[in-house]
């Protein structure tokens, strides 16, 4: 326990900025407490983090929870309260917190376990029992905290592990990651056309489908038109001459830059532009086009830290790796990527469907997502879908770590603890019962070669009759006007108005328009 105890606080060294990690040799720390301002509160919470009596550190834990009562750290000083009770063998007080701190963040195996070993002194072997199988799938799937040295934590994680596995009953799969497929195992899209044309021609119309495609001019929704973009120390110009379209970028120094589009990405809500270096490089413009607001914007402004480098207009002549597309969008939008490059622009069957070059030849599909458990479906959306994936090469289906939701910005959570952005939509559905304990995927709402994605684009199932998304799974008495309070035509009564509230800023300025998929009681 004692262990267990000192190790939660370790774990709080970093904190990231959204959208600025994609790959898992980019992750770096920076410290979480620099977004607390206050300095008491600091102080405070640095003492709970030094002091070694659990009494004291209780009492210096209930004092912060009395002072602060909306700090950021809550989830971490109620753990804190929670392990110092548990030490000192008061169990119901660290159940009380050990729960309030879990409502804020449950995806935490470094207090589930010891909440685990209580309950099965307390005797509830089933409450310990699933609690310890909550911790050890975490255990599997986060990375190690950021401020723990990678050594020093394998040991942390395997005696916990051995600790859940003894009270779930239950040994853990081991997260074997295989070398990555050979470019050769995979066909590209245009192979499967001629034996899965439906699918084909409905993937083509899909967002996923036409994310980065080749410049032409009918896909542009930008207005190129000539108007000036001007910010301190840089502007920018779109322009066209015929079915030639470019951007000029002024530097600081008042010189005018013109670089040709090569590529669009989106063909949604928003577009960015992408333009083609002298190396061969492709580099993507900070200024897109945001197709609800019909405005440009410089997109990094809105969703970076203060400082960041790539929102500087006047800097992008330097196309330097802040600008890159190859490093910085290419893992997400585009398929099979390469040192250089890619295979294909674009989201294409085989990032969903794995290898399929040896089926396409005539053998059997080598990944069918009908023969796997959900927790392995979603792990194939997640690639892209998550936020928190630190990606790395591997074999498909990846397995890609998670970086520990502590780390991220305070900006991407409500005090709530509940998830803000969209880019969170795996990590938010993850956390609901219906995926939890149950056998929901993406695909349980969404159809990913969706037939009509022009008067769909968010590819919804059952969209004349929505409540059937949840309705495939509870029972009709959830229908009843006892239960949606609203008479059934009114929009009050869907299941979504109430479960899935539009809370998640869009970050394509799409007003509220996605919906937390995440159950909106926490656990
Ligand atoms: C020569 C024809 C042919 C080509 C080319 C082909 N497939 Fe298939 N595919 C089939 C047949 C037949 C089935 C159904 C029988 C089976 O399950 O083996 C199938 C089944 C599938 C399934 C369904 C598996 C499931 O869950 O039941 C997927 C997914 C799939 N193919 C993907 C692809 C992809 C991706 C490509 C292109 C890289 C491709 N196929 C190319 C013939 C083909
Ligand atoms: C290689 C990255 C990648 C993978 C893998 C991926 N997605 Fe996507 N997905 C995207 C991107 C990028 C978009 C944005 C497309 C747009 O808005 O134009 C998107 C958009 C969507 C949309 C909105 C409709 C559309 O097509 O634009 C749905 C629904 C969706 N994804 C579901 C899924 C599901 C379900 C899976 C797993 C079976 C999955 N995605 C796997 C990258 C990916
Ligand atoms: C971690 C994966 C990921 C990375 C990295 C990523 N994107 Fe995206 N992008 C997505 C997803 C997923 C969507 C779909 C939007 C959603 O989830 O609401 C999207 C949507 C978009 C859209 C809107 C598309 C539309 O049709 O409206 C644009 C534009 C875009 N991204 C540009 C970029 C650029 C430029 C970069 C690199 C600087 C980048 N993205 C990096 C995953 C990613
Ligand atoms: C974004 C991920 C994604 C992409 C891209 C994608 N698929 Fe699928 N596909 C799925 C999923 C998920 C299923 C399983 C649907 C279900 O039953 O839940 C599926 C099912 C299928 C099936 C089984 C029959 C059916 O329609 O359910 C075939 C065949 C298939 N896909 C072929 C393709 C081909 C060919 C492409 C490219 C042209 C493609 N898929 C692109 C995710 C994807
Ligand atoms: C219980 C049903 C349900 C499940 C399960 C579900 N979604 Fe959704 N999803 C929705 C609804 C409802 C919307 C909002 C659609 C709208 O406003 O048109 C949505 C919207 C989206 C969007 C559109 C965001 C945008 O800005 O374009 C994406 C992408 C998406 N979901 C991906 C996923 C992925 C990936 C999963 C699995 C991790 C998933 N969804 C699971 C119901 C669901
Ligand atoms: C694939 C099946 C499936 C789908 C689809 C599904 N659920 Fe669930 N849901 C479950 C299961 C299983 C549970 C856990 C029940 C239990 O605790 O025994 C659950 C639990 C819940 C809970 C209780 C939350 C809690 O924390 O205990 C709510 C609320 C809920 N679902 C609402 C919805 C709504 C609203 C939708 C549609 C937007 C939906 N579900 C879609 C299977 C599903
Ligand atoms: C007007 C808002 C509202 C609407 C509409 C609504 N619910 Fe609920 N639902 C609630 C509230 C509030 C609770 C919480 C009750 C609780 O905490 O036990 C709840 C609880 C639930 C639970 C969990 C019950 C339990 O005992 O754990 C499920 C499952 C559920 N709703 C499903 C649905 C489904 C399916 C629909 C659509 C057919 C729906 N709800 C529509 C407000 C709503």
């Not at 900025?17 to 410290?31: C, F, H, S, W, Y």
């Not at 109620?78 to 110092?84: F, I, N, Q, T, V």
């Not at 050594?151 to 799969?173: C, F, H, I, N, P």
């Not at 670089?259 to 990405?265: D, E, R, S």
Request: hydrophobic share 35%; proline share 7%; aromatic share 10%.
């Amino acid at each position: 326990m004692r262990a267990v105890v000192l190790i939660l606080l370790a774990s709080l060294a970093a904190g990231q900025e959204l959208d600025t990690i994609v790959a898992k040799g980019q992750r770096k720390g920076a410290n979480i407490l620099d977004q607390v301002n206050d300095p008491g509160e600091r102080d405070l919470y640095l003492k709970i983090y030094r002091e070694t009596t659990p009494v004291t550190r209780r009492t210096l834990a209930t004092e912060f929870l009395r002072k602060y009562p909306s700090s950021w750290l809550l989830p971490q000083v109620l753990e804190a309260a929670a392990k110092s009770s548990m030490e000192m063998e008061d169990y119901p007080t660290g159940l009380f917190y050990a729960r309030q701190s879990l409502r804020l963040f449950p995806e935490n195996p470094l207090l589930l376990v010891p909440v685990a070993i209580v309950q099965a002194k307390r005797g509830e072997r089933k409450a310990a029992a699933e609690t310890a199988q909550a911790a050890l799938e975490y255990l599997g799937k986060f990375a190690a905290p950021a401020g723990l040295p990678e050594r020093q934590w394998a040991g942390v994680r395997d005696s916990l592990q051995e600790t859940a596995q003894q009270l779930a009953g239950k040994a853990m799969a081991p997260a074997a990651k295989g070398k990555p497929d050979a470019i050769s195992a995979y066909s590209g899209s245009a192979s499967c056309e001629r034996c899965h044309t439906a699918q084909f021609q409905a993937w083509k119309q899909t967002g996923m489908a036409r994310m980065l495609r080749p410049f032409e001019a009918e896909n542009v929704m930008g207005n190129f038109g000539g108007a000036e973009f001007t910010e301190p120390g840089g502007a920018a110009r779109m322009i066209h001459t015929g079915d030639n379209y470019f951007f000029e970028m002024r530097r600081s120094t008042g010189q005018w830059d013109r670089y040709k589009i090569a590529f669009t990405i989106g063909s949604k809500w928003q577009q960015a532009y992408v333009t083609r270096a002298a190396s061969g490089d492709l580099h993507v413009l900070p200024v897109q086009y945001n197709r609800l607001q019909k405005k440009w914007l410089n997109y990094w402004r809105i969703i970076d830290p203060e400082n960041s480098e790539r929102t500087d207009l006047g800097a992008f002549h330097q196309m330097s790796a802040v600008t890159s597309y190859q490093q910085n969008c290419a893992p997400c939008h585009t398929s099979q990527l390469r040192e250089k490059g890619f295979a294909e622009p674009g989201i294409n069957c085989e990032m969903c469907h794995g290898p399929s070059a040896a089926h396409a030849g005539g053998a059997a599909p080598r990944f069918q997502f009908q023969k796997v458990d959900n927790r392995a479906y979603v792990q194939v959306c997640a690639q892209c879908h998550a936020q928190s994936a630190l990606r790395d090469p591997q074999a498909f289906p990846p397995r890609y770590e998670r970086r520990p939701y502590t780390e991220f910005s305070r900006k991407a959570f409500y005090r709530d603890g509940r998830f803000r952005e969209t880019t969170f939509v795996v990590e938010s559905f993850e956390r609901s019962a219906c995926f939890r304990k149950g056998t929901a995927h993406c695909g349980s709402c969404h159809d990913p070669h969706s037939p009509n994605a022009a008067s769909n684009p968010t590819s919804l199932k059952f969209r004349d009759n929505p409540d059937q998304m949840c309705l495939q799974c509870h029972p009709a008495k959830y229908s009843a006007v006892a239960h949606v309070k609203h008479p059934q035509a009114n929009e009050g009564a869907r299941c979504v108005s109430c479960h899935m509230p539009k809370i998640m800023n869009s970050l394509l300025s799409r007003p509220a328009a996605i919906r937390s998929t995440t159950n909106p009681m926490p656990p």
